[in-house]
């Protein structure tokens, strides 16, 4: 008998090991959530991951940041391929095409009626959703980190030029170049060969097209055109300046990017997302005084809405029936009016809703310091009802032309080669890259 | 006597192999054939209905100025990045093998890069090669343009070749150092007291008994030099295949195509064309230049 209360106690603790803890396990939904973003911001969307765990029981969000834009739909593809797909991925504007034709997805409005949740689609900004949307204005993916471009200066350095303007013209932002010039300063401004402030921005807010058929919203079959609108002028005008020591070039492989130029105070203006505006604020010095504006346009430019930048949420296909349930409620919760706020916070990423956006400037947000500016990216953003050349750019294979382009960009400043003749054979082989995307989904349409 | 190995059945041998040969077949020869279908079909990037279109593939590479940019950028660069490490680890090496004191613990510094991985080694070189705040800086302000890699695509290659040398000098600092020492010291010796200083006593003695061993490196280094991984990880870390193309050699094309592009098909028609290119070499190399190579 001795031997038998030992036993009990061994048997009991045994059944709960084996029965107890996997039921209280077995009641939660686990389910993945692959991201892009690094650093700051990628312990942001960490925390946003955790504050949805504790705010229910049910599902448990796996969130894994793939480091990049890129490598996250790179990631992607090869795990869908290998049906090991997450249930959810934040896919970057560039990949909106790739996955809209892909197949490989469950169209946001479809998963939320699906599970219950009634949202208001017409409450996005339109110049956001129309992204994202069908060309009847269906959501495919859920707007979640959205931003534009926005013009940055340095207050102080423009004082001490003598400059009593704000640059919202680019001849403003030359005369402004030059007396900082005279005053002493060495990089007026700087700039890279990103083409989404240079190319992409400057096109939507000029009111150029990028390419024909409403920059391929009307048909895989479009055809870039930017070699012949006014960016070629645009272009122009910055190797003018560039030429004349006004603009520098300030890149990763020259040592320093234009977001440490500007924080540095080696640079007095650049152009950049409003997503930089909290580490800008974070890391410029107290007493230093900047501002942001919306981008400057030429003098006589009727002023359109500029282009959405950021990720959207996509969840795929392919997964098992319990996990929608658990990304929906992700979605829906990251949707409150509670969490877009925070989330608009802590990251300079602007809010996606009219209400969220709404809400914030009710309680005096951008009022208070370190977020003042921020509400001009959403002016920028819906400055005018989108045009066919602001709805967004839906070009496959966009990340290579962006690349095509910035290898253009390169020639045209590092080693002076013809504008209009570089710019002329980057469309071509731009070109080149939507005939194969057209053709390798031949007889799928836009939809 | 028995003169076969000590193997007496063929299952038990075979069982060893075994998990090399699912390795080889998992990771080399089922991509491989991936490559082959994907090189002459459209593949859509998440899968699906591929298309069969023939040599369409081959011929949009072949139409492409860029594409024979990237042959010659490639070319120039294996073969510079091959002679260096060579030249490098031939110095390092007739200098260990002297056995001067305290020598020793430069066997291990001299190995210890290629244990760095090649992003990495490009990344620190980036910085310390930067034109604006390196140690290059200084030189540039007094001669002004005189290096500049995000300008000009031949100072970009140098760069590129420099970490390629900096990482496989070590390498092949091994491969020669090991052949050193299997020179009989009495030759050495022998040479010393007939009055050859250690120049000559190099040159004259000591390579032409290298020979074997830098022809292998030769093959090793130039294969590396063209299909390497860590090439593709030196010039995505470095340059990014600029400016202008200038360092766009044909393994970071193919790995840009294959995954930013989303262009499998043509990355999988590259590749094809590399490897071809690779054979191509190896045999001249072995046809033609083994010959000179003496032995013994």
């Known amino acids: ?447 | 006597m028995d003169k076969r190995a000590a193997f007496r059945s063929w299952w038990l041998p075979s069982l060893f192999a075994l998990p090399q040969i699912i390795l080889i077949l998992l990771f080399f020869y089922w991509p491989a054939v991936a490559v082959l279908r994907w090189a002459f079909t459209l593949e859509p990037p998440f899968g699906g209905a591929a298309e069969f279109v023939g040599l369409a593939n081959f011929q949009e590479v072949f139409a492409d100025p860029l594409y024979w940019n990237s042959v010659g950028v490639s070319l120039a660069f294996a073969l510079c990045g091959t002679l260096a490490t060579i030249f490098i680890g031939l110095v390092l090496a007739l200098a260990v093998d002297r056995q001067l004191p305290g020598s020793a613990p430069f066997r291990f510094l001299y190995i210890l890069p290629y244990a760095i991985a090649g992003p990495a080694a490009g990344m620190a070189f980036r910085f310390i090669l930067s034109p604006e705040r390196g140690l290059m800086a200084s030189v540039n302000a007094a001669f002004p343009d005189f290096w500049n890699p995000a300008k000009y695509g031949s100072h970009a290659l140098i760069l590129v070749i420099v970490v390629f040398a900096w990482k496989w000098a070590g390498y092949t600092f091994i491969f020669l150092l090991a052949g050193l020492q299997s020179v009989p010291r009495s030759l050495i010796e022998a040479a010393a007291m007939d009055g050859c200083g250690p120049i000559r006593r190099a040159v004259d003695l000591q390579i032409p008994l290298l020979a074997p061993t830098l022809f292998f490196l030769l093959v090793i280094m130039m294969t590396e030099g063209f299909v390497g991984a860590d090439t593709y990880g030196i010039v995505a870390r470095t340059t990014d295949g600029g400016p202008n193309h200038g360092t766009d050699v044909m393994v970071y094309r193919i790995v840009e195509e294959a995954f930013r592009g989303l262009n499998y098909s043509g990355a999988s028609a590259q590749s094809l064309v590399l490897i071809g290119l690779i054979m191509i070499f190896t045999f001249i190399q072995f046809r033609f230049i083994e010959r000179q190579v003496h032995y013994k």
């Open chain 1, 1 to 447: 008998m001795r031997v038998s209360v030992t036993t009990s106690v061994f048997l009991g603790l045994m059944a709960s090991v084996a029965f107890g803890a996997p039921a209280a396990a077995a009641e939660k939904t686990k389910f993945e959530f692959w991201y892009g973003l690094s650093g700051d911001l990628g312990e942001r969307v960490q925390d946003a991951c955790k504050k949805f765990n504790e705010s229910q029981s049910d599902f448990e969000i796996v969130c894994t940041s793939q480091n990049g834009y890129d490598t996250t739909l790179q990631n992607t593809i090869a795990a869908y391929r290998a049906k090991k797909q997450p249930a959810i991925t934040q896919i970057y504007d560039a990949g909106t095409l790739d996955m809209m034709l892909s197949g490989a997805f469950v169209p946001a409005k479809k998963l939320m009626a699906d599970n219950g949740y009634t949202i208001d689609w017409n409450n996005y900004f339109g110049g956001i959703a129309n992204y994202y949307a069908t060309a009847k204005g269906e959501l495919n993916s859920f707007p979640f980190n959205s931003s534009t471009a926005m013009f940055y200066y340095n207050v102080d350095a423009f004082q001490k030029a003598g400059i009593d303007f704000k640059p919202d013209t680019w001849e403003q932002v030359e005369e402004a170049a030059r007396k900082l010039k005279t005053a002493g300063f060495e990089c007026p401004l700087a700039f890279n060969f990103d083409t989404w402030p240079l190319m992409e921005q400057f096109s939507a807010i000029h009111n150029q097209p990028i390419a024909t058929k409403a920059n391929g919203y009307n048909g895989l079959d479009a055809e870039l055109v930017v070699n012949k609108t006014k960016f070629v002028d645009h272009v122009k005008f910055f190797k003018k300046m560039a030429d004349e020591k006004l603009f520098v070039v300030k890149t990763k492989q020259l040592g320093m990017d234009i977001v440490p130029a500007f924080t540095s105070q080696t640079c007095q203006m650049i152009q950049t997302s409003v997503a930089d505006h909290g580490t800008i604020g974070k890391t410029l010095p107290e007493n230093v005084k900047w501002e942001v504006a919306m981008l400057p346009v030429w003098k006589g430019t009727e002023r359109q809405n500029s282009l959405v930048g950021g990720a959207s949420l996509w969840v795929l296909a392919g997964r098992p029936e319990a996990e929608y349930k658990g990304a929906a409620a992700f979605l829906n919760y990251l949707a409150t009016p509670e969490m877009a706020e925070w989330w608009s916070t802590v990251t300079g990423y602007i809010p996606v809703t009219k209400t969220g956006f709404g809400a914030m400037k009710a309680n005096g947000f951008y009022d208070k310091a370190p977020y003042k500016g921020r509400e001009l990216a959403i002016q920028s953003l819906s400055f005018t009802p989108t045009s066919e050349n602001t709805r967004g750019i839906r070009l496959g294979g966009f990340t290579q032309i962006r690349k095509e382009f910035a290898t253009a960009l390169e020639a045209i400043f590092m080693q002076n080669a013809d504008v209009q003749g570089e710019l002329d054979k980057t469309v071509e082989r731009g070109n080149a890259v939507l005939r194969r995307f057209e053709k390798t989904y031949a007889g799928q349409t836009l939809n």
